[in-house]
């Protein structure tokens, strides 16, 4: 069984305050690394592991709302949390609807922080869980023909093999043939394992792209 990775907490932040934030932190023994801006952590990101990201939202140079659209630019979709010493609502409204994971005021409870890192990374491993089974059937989907995609699609809609055949203007054995293809290149056990796979592939995609 392939061993979990260990998930990265990166920390961008000024020096002082991320001294600050490392005091909160280093002690639950997490992999932590550390940035001074959004650009130094963009160039050394490692997309393979899971992780969050904290960011300090009062840095010079960089507001909240232009870190965030920084990152997006770069898809880069981990889970990311502002701290900062005062957030108005407008901008928190902002940042949620850009997609931030969660945003503390300073002074925050110690175990509120690391109890919303551990929910970030959670969600960060769960995310990736749910990319990796899109990509299999994603791979799967791909290896049929475009006839075979055709049946296929006919297929979890309902239709049964004599309305496949009159839909596409082929044989019923036409039809069979293609379905047994579908099934084994789909890997699937069963019709209802088949439009399932169809089924969270659409899911997926709506979700994630």
Do not use: W
């Amino acid at each position: 069984m392939q061993k979990e990775l260990e998930p990265v907490l990166y920390l961008v932040d000024d020096e002082f305050s991320r001294t600050s934030l490392l005091n909160s932190i280093k002690a639950d023994d997490l992999h932590i690394k550390e940035f001074a801006d959004v650009n130094e952590f963009i160039a050394s990101y490692d997309a393979s592991l899971p992780g969050c990201l904290v960011i300090g939202a009062n840095m010079l140079g960089v507001s909240a709302i232009e870190a965030q659209k920084l990152l997006l630019s770069h898809k880069l979709h981990l889970p990311i949390i502002f701290v900062a010493t005062f957030v108005d609502i407008a901008l928190a409204i902002d940042l949620m609807k850009m997609g931030v994971f969660d945003l503390l005021t300073r002074p925050f409870n110690r175990q509120r922080l690391l109890d919303t890192i551990s929910l970030a990374i959670d969600k960060d491993r769960f995310k990736r869980s749910h990319l990796a089974k899109f990509h299999f059937i994603d791979g799967l989907i791909k290896s049929l023909s475009n006839r075979e995609k055709e049946v296929a699609e006919l297929i979890v809609q309902g239709f049964s093999n004599k309305k496949i055949a009159i839909t596409l203007s082929i044989s019923i054995k036409t039809v069979e043939l293609h379905r047994s293809r579908v099934m084994a290149k789909m890997e699937a056990s069963s019709l209802a394992n088949l439009v399932t796979k169809f089924l969270q592939h659409e899911h997926y995609q709506d979700e994630f792209f």
